[in-house]
């Protein structure tokens, strides 16, 4: 479902963020993409979602070539991915209700919908309790599980997660990635970058290691 066909990045014409990169990922599969900072990660979910284009190369994801959706598809393609950024990217003067809210309305969710999908989000997530808090109110853990919430509010088949264990202690690491395992064992594909690479084995998934650029090891 998601495949890179001998894909290269560079920006600017400049930096090489990826060098000839092939791999497959089946849906329902768990994949951990391992690597140093600047291996290129990130790189590789932003080619996934449309945000960068491949220099080189192809990006198929569901038989679409990525590079030929045209701009104003973006969005409708994107409705089917759910993205959890490294920094969150929370609307800071929402709450967490409306955040997620926030989403639904962009995707045309119809209004008699939207309470029942947060509110069955949320306590997916143990979070229901702070839905009319703001941001800034909440710990990094909880903040991080919003951001987890609003990426599944629209229930996608694909949920990106970059280092979504980066800014949080342990303890709420292992809760984050516990819902990681089990929303894949609902059907979802997940594909998580990280640089704390002892977790694929712990999980015992499949891993994609990249070093500058270049898979390593997959
Ligand atoms: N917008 C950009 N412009 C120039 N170089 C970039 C840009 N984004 C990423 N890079 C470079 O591409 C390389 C890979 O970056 P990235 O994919 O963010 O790596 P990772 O997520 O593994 O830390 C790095 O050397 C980084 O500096
Ligand atoms: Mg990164």
């Known amino acids: 479902m998601i495949e890179f066909d001998n894909v290269s990045k560079v920006y600017q014409n400049k930096w090489t963020a990826l060098s000839n990169v092939s791999f497959k ?34 990006v198929i994801v569901n038989n679409k070539n990525v590079s030929l959706i045209k ?42 919908e939207i ?26 853990g909880e903040q991080q599980k919003v951001a987890i919430a609003r990426a599944l509010v629209k229930d996608p088949e694909i949920i990106l997660a970059d280092e979504p264990t980066g800014n949080i202690d342990e303890e709420a690491s292992k809760e984050i990635i516990n819902i990681f395992k089990e929303i894949n ?23 994609l290691h990249i070093v500058s650029g270049k898979i390593v090891y997959d």
């Open 71 to 112: 701009k104003k598809e973006l969005p409708f393609y994107r409705r089917n991915i759910g993205i959890i950024f490294q920094d969150f990217k929370l609307l800071y003067d929402r709450t967490v209700y409306e955040n997620l809210e926030f989403v639904l309305k962009a995707i045309g969710t119809k209004e008699d």
């Open 185 to 207: 064992l609902m059907g979802a594909t997940v594909i998580m970058a990280t640089h704390h690479s002892e977790l694929p084995q712990i999980l015992k998934k499949r891993r």
């Open 115 to 140: 309470r029942e999908k947060i509110i069955r989000t949320l306590t997916r997530l143990g979070m229901v309790h702070k839905k009319d808090c703001y941001p800034y109110q909440l710990s990094g």
């Open 25 to 58: 990922v089946e849906k329902g599969e768990f994949l951990f993409i391992t690597g140093p900072t600047g291996a290129g990660k990130t790189t590789i979910l932003k080619l996934i979602y449309g945000e960068e284009l491949p220099t080189t190369g192809k």
